[in-house]
Each structure stands twice: as C-alpha cells, then as structure tokens.
C-alpha cells in the first residue's frame, strides 16, 4: 500500500505536536512536583515551627513555675524561718534586728533547709526590719557605713509609700546603687505576734548577678517537660534561655542567643516584677525535627531541577523542530528532485519511443528526436551530478584533483555543452574572456558554472543574454555569470547558499529545482579556495562573481 505524501506529511506534523505536547506536559508535571514538594515542605516547616513554639511556651511555662516555687517559696522564703528566730522582733516595744549578720549567716547555715550550695552563693550583705508606723528602720548589713546609708534611704522611702498595699506573701524588688549594681531587696510580713498588733516588714537584700546560680541549677536539673529524663533534655537540647532585668540587664543565658530564634518571651515569676525572659530555639532545632519533605534552603535546587527541565524540553523542541524542519526539507527536496528527474526521463522515453517505432516522417523529426533525447539525457546528468556530489560532500568523502588548466578553454566547453539547456530556456550565452591558466579541479569548476547557469536560466527573463566575463588580476582569476532576471533581493542574499533553501515566492510556482545546485556552487568555490558574492546586474538581474588563485597552496 503506498500512502500519498500529502497523508504522510500530514500524519508527521501530527506527531511533531504530539510530542511537542509530552514535551510540554512533562515540563508542567516537574514544575507541579517541585511545587507540591515546596509546598509541603513549607507546611512540615511550619509544622515544625508551630511545635517548637508550643514546646517552647510549655518550656517557659514550666521553668516560670520552677522559678515561682523553688526560687520564692523554697528558697529566698526558707531564709524567713531563720530571721525572726535571731530578732525577736520587738523588745521592750522597740524593734530592732538585734543579731548581727554573721550571726544570722551562722544560723542560716545550720538550717537544714538552707544548707545548700546556691543559698551561700547568694551572699546576703543586709538584714532589715521596718515598721511605717513608727517609721524604725533597723538594719544590719555587711557593707561599709556609706553603702548602708544609701540603702537605709532607699529602704525608708520604698517601704514608706508601699506599706499600705503590701500583702503577707514573700515580695522582691529591684535596687540599682548609685554605682550602677543591681541588688535584690526580699521581705514579707510576717504573722502578728500574740499581744502585738503592730505592722512591720523584715528582709534582706544581696546582689542581683547572684541569682544566675539559681537559674542555671533550675534550668540544668530540673525537669522541665514531661519527656525530660537524666540523661536529656528537649528543652535544654533544642532551646536557650535568657533571663536579665526588666531594664536590660542580663543576669543569666543557657548559650549562644546569638544564634537562636527567640520564639517566646516571658515574665520570669509572678511574684519577681523585674525580671523577665526569653525562650529562643536553637538552629539545629529544626533540622533534628525534619522528617521529610523540602525544607526552605532546597528551594533554589527545586527551581533549578525546574528550570533544567524547561531548558531541556526547550533544547528537545528545537531538536525535534530542527528535525522536523530536515525531514520537510528532504521530503521535498526528493519531491522536487523526482520531478526534475520525471521531466527528462519522460522526453527521454517518448522520443526514443518515437525512434523505435519509426513514426519520424522524415530525417529532421529523427534529428530533433535524437537532439532532444541528447539535451534531456544532458540535463538529467547534471542533476545527478549534483545530487551525487552533495552527498558526497556531506559525508566528506568528495575528493578534488587540482592540474593545471586552461579556464577560458573550461569555460567555452561548459557554455557550448549547455547551449541547448539555455536554447530550450529561451536564452543565450554569450562570453567577454582572456587566456587565464590556473590550478584548479576541473570537474568542480564546471559543476560550479553549470549550476549558476542553470539558475539564470531558470529565473532569468525571457530571450534573455547570459553573459559570463573571465579576466585575471595578478595571483587571482575571476569569473561573473549575469543574467536579466528579477535579481535577488538583500534579504535572502545569505540564505541561498542553504541546502534545500528556496524562495517562497518560487517554491509553489512552475519553476523546478531540488534546492541543492547553489548550495553544491558554495561548497565547491570553498573547497577551490575561492570566494562567490552575489549583488545586482547591469540589467537588473543577478550578478555572481567567482575569484580563485591562480596557484593553489592548500591543496
């Protein structure tokens, strides 16, 4: 079954699209992958993000109760067990604290619930006891009279404008000294004394940089989430604390907040107004937490996995176009051929046909007959010719043989062989040359000037002269074909020399060709060592001029 061109071309476009379509297809199905990828690697980092913040609010929740119950009520309250054992609070209705404070450090010490390291770390410097009413302040303190002087100022004012919405809980506040320390003042009511109804408050007071001990030994080795054990941490892994003064001052971090994200911050005890704190995660939080899914840093290798594939299927298209455009090229180019070839076999045939069966009436029929047979027979060569060495060409096989010649004698001889061509075309040759010896390919010369004649002959005009001009300039001959044609325009000037190009204008007119015979003039002037330009005539028409050296050096 032979399936015409027509359908076959047709069925070829067909797929050409089809597969442009899969090209394009895959390229939005990668881009869809590296979307959801992204996406869901968005939404796990989200995920992540949301229960490092939960995790970590549930940290500072739980290092706040910590701080409330082992720092207030344990610890800075267990010392009030102690201080009004050493007092006696009111003697003979005067108030006092009347032990001396290392005395009171003494008895401290020997309290059980007080015998601990982080209690001695504090270094209480100044016991006190006030009573507004009487306005008595008694202290007793370690430092020197200028220090206890200051404090006994600061203490009388604060007390004196607090007294009366003090509560009978364990109270702090900050103190910062005239030299710039920061110090924390404790006190509390303490429960009425049988037969006395007199209100008074009694604390003490020791630097504020001495509570990092407390937050380290809380934040180390306690348990602050549920799944904490001995042997690790959630919180003290993946997180970092600070804690420092409501002002600024930084009294304690677990690490490097440089390199953290604060997630959460936090007043540090109810009962402690200022200090405040912040829980921040750690880098490595994140990472540790991944389990699958594309994290954000993979995002410029998802767009670029993308962008390769758009290029890929780009460079396919062009591919696939490249080769869609080569099989159109050749199927015309064996349409086109087929015809130039139908032409002089088919005179070919009927003339010889017409020999055969003796229907020539007379000798002139026989030798029209045999003069057209001869001229088809003619054209038909130089087609093959062409054909023969443009594949040849292709495969690099075409070999050249260069001797010495004599180009005026080539030149007759190829003008004279292909009068009849011209003659049939309606044109004539005519020659303007000078005896020029050259080494050159005779063969490759010729095929040369008999393509560029068959072009002038094929779109030249009517009864038109084809003029070829032959002259020598020092090391170099040069050889001008013209013909009286429509010429050629600047715009397709280079495009002639493509194989299988032709013009558009022409390609659905009458005129035959298989679009190789200038291609084939290109190659050949190339391989000669020579030069071709085209530009416009004296008549209008096309003006191709050759230049080759008269001795060849590259041969």
Known sequence: MVIPFMVRNYYS???FYFLIGLLGASAIITGLIAYVAFSSGQSHESTVRSALADLAGHTAWSFNRKIERELIHNRLGNVFHVIPACNGCRVHDTPGIHAEPASIKNRIKDDERLNHSWFHDLEISTFFLFEPDSAVLATRSDENE??????????????SQNSKVADYGINSTLRVTPDGEYRVVVYRIPPRLSGLDVLYFIGYEFSATNLASIFKEIWNYEQLLMADSPDTSLARNYMNISV????????????????STVVKKQAIGNDIEFLEGDISVKPEAEQDLYISGVHTN???????????????????????????????????????????LRTPVTQIRMFSETLKNGRCRNAKEEERALHIINQEATRMSYLISNILDFSRRQRNILELHFEQTDIEQLINQTAEAFGPIAKSGKSRISINSSRVYAETDSSALRQILINILDNAVKYGAEYQTIRINLWQAVDQFHISIEDEGAGITDSIKQQIWKPFWRDQKHFKSAISGSGIGLSVVKQFTDLLNGEITVTSGSQGGARFQLSFPVTQKNK
């Open 13 to 15: 476009q067909w797929s």
């Open 146 to 159: 200028q220090s206890t002087k200051e404090f006994e100022d600061w203490a009388f004012e604060y007390f």
């Open 244 to 259: 420092r003064t409501s002002d600024g001052k930084e009294l304690y971090t677990s690490g490097d907040n440089n390199q």
């Open 298 to 340: 993979q995002l410029p290798w998802l767009t670029l996995l993308f962008v390769l594939s758009l290029i890929i299927s780009a460079f396919a298209f062009l591919l696939m176009r490249r080769e869609f455009d080569l099989t159109r090229i050749r199927s015309e180019f064996i349409a086109s051929a087929s015809h130039e």
